[in-house]
């Protein structure tokens, strides 16, 4: 039997990425994100949403840049800090000790110590209401090299990204494989 | 030591949602997309994004009108499938068995036996390259009985959803919890 629980920006899953930028006197800021997602193929892009309050609001229309390092589990003490902190108050990186490195493609810190990293210049925004839609061509993916599988893309589990629930305000882990994509066209 | 991978739609994770539409004759049509996310908080709105060739696609233009239903892993394989025949070809609720229902608020039909669905109005499209953006206001979040917690809220381990990981082409399940959000204000 389904309840309704009325109009609310509810579903799951969310990513956890971390949204670098610089601000107008180049000190590099990070936030955490999780209204994300990728939005095309070609050009490969992804989506942000933020709220105009943000500090990285200003910063990415400022330099049309931005990257997104996804934060593994063992930092998610660190990327929970930077979705709550403001850049406007506080120096992130310098606080948590995670460094900013600037991106070779775009003028946007990416964080180090997180495995997994996209470059992505700013192609569209969008206002939709309380938050803003960001586009960002992607124009290069960084991964650390021991987190790459065999076939040469980063291993999910070794990856070890983990998820956000709306409204609950939850994280939790990705789970095991549990199967290949693209292969029931003749199940039924 | 990163490794530049090149420009690539490639970022994990992704979620994996069944978006249902009517067609020009009123006929329920069902299918899968992982480039998607929420996009913005007040209106409640997410974006999915399509390519022109899908029959959703035209689908939506027309009735302005989708839902999102979520996919356990228990029906995975239907879920693999959506993603793969056309709704041009194929009547897939008829082909799965699945049941199509009619959204209380929107011109678009759910799958019965996916436990949370959103019913969305088109608010917004974007072009961006091979793939449209849309933008669609949640006007309803329909969650089965069974899987709400003691908070009034889904249960993300009873929902069951799972994820899909770009280029690798393969799905993970959702693990268990590992901490609450916005807890870390005053770590550093």
Redesign the interface.
């Known amino acids: 039997?389904?309840?309704?629980?009325?109009?609310?920006?509810?579903?799951?899953?969310?990513?956890v990425?971390c949204i670098g930028s610089y601000d107008a006197d180049g000190r590099p800021n990070v936030m955490t994100a999780?209204?994300?997602?990728?939005?095309?193929?070609?050009?490969?892009?992804?989506?942000v949403?933020l709220r105009k309050a943000t500090y990285t609001y200003g910063n990415i229309m400022s330099t049309k840049a931005y990257t997104?390092s996804?934060p593994p589990?063992k930092y998610?003490?660190?990327a929970?800090?930077f979705?709550?902190?403001s850049g406007k108050t506080v120096d992130?990186f310098e606080?948590?000790g995670l460094t900013p490195v600037k991106a070779?493609k775009v003028n946007a810190p990416y964080v180090?110590e997180f495995p997994?990293?996209?470059e992505c210049r700013l192609?569209?925004t969008?206002e939709?209401?309380?938050?803003t839609?960001f586009?960002g061509?992607?124009?290069?993916?960084?991964?650390?090299?021991?987190i790459?599988?065999e076939?040469?893309?980063?291993d999910?589990m070794k990856?070890d990204?983990?998820?956000?629930?709306?409204?609950?305000?939850?994280?939790?882990?990705?789970?095991?494989?549990?199967?290949?994509?693209?292969?029931?066209?003749k199940?039924?």
Not at 1 to 15: D, I, Q, R, T
Not at 37 to 45: F, H, V
Not at 137 to 146: G, H, S
Not at 151 to 154: D, E, S, V
């Open positions: 039997m389904k309840k309704s629980l009325g109009a609310k920006a509810l579903v799951y899953p969310s990513p990425w999780a209204w994300a997602g990728i939005c095309c193929s070609k050009p490969p892009a992804v989506t949403a997104v996804v589990q998610i003490r660190e929970d800090y979705g709550i902190a992130k606080a948590t070779a180090d997994m990293v996209l192609i569209h969008l939709i209401g309380l938050h839609l586009v061509e992607i124009l290069d993916v960084k991964v650390d090299d021991d790459l599988a076939n040469g893309l980063p999910m990856l990204p983990f998820l956000y629930t709306a409204e609950n305000r939850t994280y939790h882990g990705v789970g095991d494989y549990v199967g290949k994509a693209y292969t029931n066209a199940s039924f």
